[in-house]
C-alpha cells in the first residue's frame, strides 16, 4: 500500500493555501506546524476551519481577531472559497463552493480505491510489533484483539506512506517455555500408554498438547524416559515451541495476518554473542548501569523483598519511576534485561520509529522500556506501546467462559470458525484500543444496522446492486470497476444538488485526511467509525430515494442524472473497499 503516490486531499490542499496566504502576510521564518486546516466541530460553522491566526499573532505581533480578518481577506479571493467568517477571538471558518466537492469526487473515481492513501510517512521505516504471545498453548480471544489491533494499525502506517515492518517477538525463553516442556513431557508419556492421571498444579491442562507428545514419541520413542530432566527439557521445549508456533501461525492466518519477522528471545543468548550482556555493558560504559541497593516496594511484604547489591539500570534518569534490577539472584536477566537488548536490536535494524502492542496487564511495564529506549538511543529513537485492552466474549449477552479443548479460555481459532474472519476483525477495530470490548457472537451476524460489520459491507454490495440495476438506463455503462470509473469520470456532477448528495461527497473528501490521522495517532478505530458513518449516510440517501421518488440513484427518464448519482456511489464503493482493506475486512459485491 506504501508504494502508491498520495492522493487528493482537499483539507491538506486547503492547508497550503492558507500557509500560502500566511507567508505572503507574516515576516518570513515563521513557523507554521502548528496551522492546521480541520472540519469545524460544528457543521453549521462551515466545511472547514484554521486556527491560524491564533497560532500566529504573537509571533506576528498582532490581535488574533486583526490578523484573522487579514488572513480571511485573502482567502475570499481564492478560487476554492465560498465564503470565510471570522468566530470568537480569531477562528476562522471557510466555506468552499461546490466545485471543491466534485473535484474530490472526480478525484476519487481517478484514482479508485488508492484515494486516501497519504506520503506523510515520506517512506521512514516504522516496526510494528504485535501478538508476540508465549509459545505455551493456542491463542485466546484477548490475542485476538491485540492481533487484529496490530495489523490493522500496520496497514494504516502503510497507507499512510510508511515502510511497515510486522514483528512478533517470540518469548521463548524463561520459566514458562520450561512449564511448557514439562507439560508435553507428561503428554509424551501418556501417548506412550501411561495413565498420568489429573494434570498437576502449574502445568498446562489442555489437550491441546497431545499431539506435541505423539510427535515426541513418533521421533523418539521411549528413549526420552531414560533420560535426565537436563537432557530431555530442551528437546523437548524445542518440539514444544516449533509446533505451538505453527498453530500460532495457523490461527493468525485465519484472520489473514501474516508477520514479516518472528523474533526469537532465546536467540538473544543462544547465537554465540549475548547481546543482552553486550547491552548492559553498552549502558554501564555510559554510566546508566551501576551495583546497588533498591529500597523496599510499597505496600509489599517484607519477606517478598531481598535486600541485596545487584545490578541496576539507572531508570529515573530517563522518566521511570525507580531503577530496575537487570540480573536475578541467581546471575540469569530479568525479562527487562532481555527486552531492553531486544529494543536495541530493533534500533540497530534501523528502526527509530516502534510501535509494540501490548495486552491490558503490561500497562504499568510502559515507562521502564521506554526509559531504556531513551538511554540506548540517547532520545534519538520513539517507542509508542498501545495497550489492548480485554474482550469480554458474550453469546446473546450471556458470558461465554470455557474451551474443552484449551482447558479454561476460548481460543482464536474457535471465535473465528464460528463468526469468521470479517466480523472478528471489524468489531475488535469497532471500539478504541483501551476500552474493555464486550464482543456478542450472536449480534455480528445479525444483518441489521445495529451490525456495524454487516451495515458497513452492506453499503459496498448496495453500491453493486445499483450499478446492475442501472445497466438498462445508461447506455454504455462499464461493469468493471477501471472502466466503469473512467466512465463515471465524464459524468456531470453538478447535477448533484440535493444537499444530502453534497453532504456525502463532503464526507467523501473527508477520507484522506481520516487516513493521516488515524495513522498519525495510532488509532486504526477511526477508520472503523468513519465507513459506520459513511455506510450509513449511504444508507439513509438511498432510503430518502425511496420516499422520495426524484432522489433516487436511477431515474429511468434522465441518464444524466442517473450517471451523475452513480459516480457519487462509485465513490462510496471505493473508499468502503480502500477502508474496509486497511482493515483487512473483505467488500463484498453481493451479499444474501
Known amino acids: 500500500m ?9 483539507f491538506a490542499d486547503m492547508l497550503a493555501r492558507v500557509h500560502g496566504v500566511c507567508g505572503a502576510l507574516l515576516p518570513a521564518g515563521l513557523d507554521l506546524s502548528r496551522v492546521v486546516v480541520e472540519p469545524p466541530k460544528d457543521a453549521s460553522h462551515g466545511d472547514m476551519a484554521t486556527n491560524a491566526a491564533m497560532v ?5 505581533k498582532a490581535k488574533p481577531r486583526d490578523l484573522a480578518e487579514q488572513i480571511a481577506e485573502k482567502l475570499r479571493a481564492d478560487d476554492l472559497v465560498a465564503a470565510v467568517e471570522i468566530a470568537g477571538p480569531g477562528f476562522i471558518n471557510i466555506r468552499l463552493k461546490p466545485h471543491a466537492w466534485s473535484d474530490a469526487l472526480h478525484a476519487i473515481l481517478r484514482e479508485g480505491e488508492s484515494y486516501g492513501r497519504s506520503a506523510i510517512g515520506k517512506a521512514e521505516k516504522v516496526n510494528v510489533e504485535y501478538v508476540s504471545a508465549n509459545p505455551t498453548g493456542p491463542m485466546h480471544v484477548g490475542h485476538c484483539r491485540g492481533a487484529v489491533f496490530g495489523d490493522a494499525l500496520a496497514s494504516l502506517l502503510a497507507a499512510a506512506g510508511y515502510d511497515v515492518t510486522r514483528e512478533y517477538y517470540i518469548n521463548d525463553a524463561g520459566a514458562q517455555v520450561d512449564v511448557l516442556a514439562r507439560s508435553a513431557f507428561l503428554r509424551y508419556r501418556e501417548a506412550l500408554g501411561e ?20 510427535a515426541l514419541k513418533a521421533e523418539h520413542g521411549d528413549k526420552l524416559k531414560a533420560m535426565s530432566e537436563t537432557r530431555w527439557l530442551p528437546i523437548v521445549r524445542a518440539k514444544a515451541i516449533a509446533m505451538m508456533m505453527a498453530e500460532v501461525q495457523e490461527d493468525l492466518k485465519a484472520l489473514n495476518i501474516t508477520h514479516d519477522v518472528f523474533f526469537s528471545e532465546r536467540s538473544l543468548v543462544d547465537t554465540g554473542n549475548n547481546r543482552v550482556a553486550e547491552t548492559i555493558d553498552f549502558l554501564r560504559d555510559k554510566g546508566d548501569v551501576y551495583e546497588g541497593r533498591l529500597p523496599p516496594p510499597k505496600g509489599a511484604p517484607v519477606d517478598d523483598y531481598e535486600d541485596r547489591e545487584q545490578t541496576l539500570f539507572r531508570a529515573t534518569a530517563f522518566g521511570d519511576d525507580v531503577d530496575r534490577p537487570l540480573l536475578k539472584s541467581d546471575g540469569s536477566y530479568t525479562y527487562f534485561a532481555s527486552d531492553i537488548a531486544y529494543h536495541k536490536n530493533k534500533v540497530d535494524r534501523g528502526f527509530a520509529n516502534m510501535v509494540d502492542v501490548w495486552g491490558a496487564d503490561h500497562g504499568g511495564y510502559i515507562k521502564r522500556v521506554q526509559a531504556a529506549i531513551k538511554a540506548v538511543t540517547g532520545d534519538k529513537a520513539t517507542l509508542d506501546v498501545k495497550i489492548v485492552q480485554l474482550v469480554r466474549l458474550l453469546r446473546n449477552g450471556e458470558l461465554v467462559r470455557m474451551s474443552k479443548r484449551s482447558g479454561d479460555f476460548v481460543t482464536l481459532r ?6 469468521g474472519s470479517d466480523a472478528v476483525r471489524f468489531m475488535m477495530l469497532f471500539r478504541k484500543n483501551d476500552a474493555v470490548l464486550d464482543f456478542d457472537l450472536a449480534k455480528v451476524l445479525e444483518q441489521s444496522k445495529d451490525n456495524p460489520v454487516f451495515y458497513v459491507q452492506y453499503g459496498h ?5 445499483i450499478f446492475r440495476n442501472a445497466l438498462e438506463v445508461v447506455t454504455g455503462l462499464p461493469q468493471h470497476f477501471a472502466e466503469r470509473s473512467a466512465f463515471l469520470d465524464k459524468a456531470n456532477l453538478a447535477r448533484l444538488e440535493d444537499p444530502s448528495e453534497l453532504d456525502l461527497m ?3 473528501a473527508l477520507y484522506p485526511r481520516v487516513v493521516e490521522q488515524a495513522a498519525l495517532a495510532h488509532e486504526p478505530h477511526r477508520i472503523a ?12 440517501l438511498w432510503t430518502r430515494g425511496r420516499d422520495l421518488p426524484h432522489l433516487r440513484f436511477i431515474i429511468n427518464n434522465d441518464a444524466e442524472i442517473t450517471t451523475a448519482r452513480l459516480a ?6 471505493s473508499v468502503l473497499a480502500s477502508g474496509l482493506a486497511v482493515l483487512g475486512v473483505s467488500a463484498p459485491v453481493e451479499m444474501r
Open 414 to 419: 474457535e471465535v473465528v470458525d464460528e463468526v
Open 195 to 214: 495413565t498420568i492421571g489429573a494434570i498437576p498444579e502449574g502445568l498446562y491442562p489442555g489437550d491441546y498438547l497431545k499431539p506435541v507428545g505423539e
Open 56 to 60: 500566529l499573532a504573537k509571533d506576528a
Open 506 to 508: 463532503k464526507q467523501l
Open 461 to 465: 454490495a448496495r453500491g453493486y446492486s
Open 2 to 10: 506504501s508504494n502508491a503516490p498520495a492522493s487528493h486531499n482537499l
Open 568 to 573: 457519487l456511489v462509485q465513490g462510496v464503493v
Open 529 to 540: 467509525f468513519y465507513l459506520y458513518d459513511l455506510a450509513s449516510a449511504f444508507h439513509a
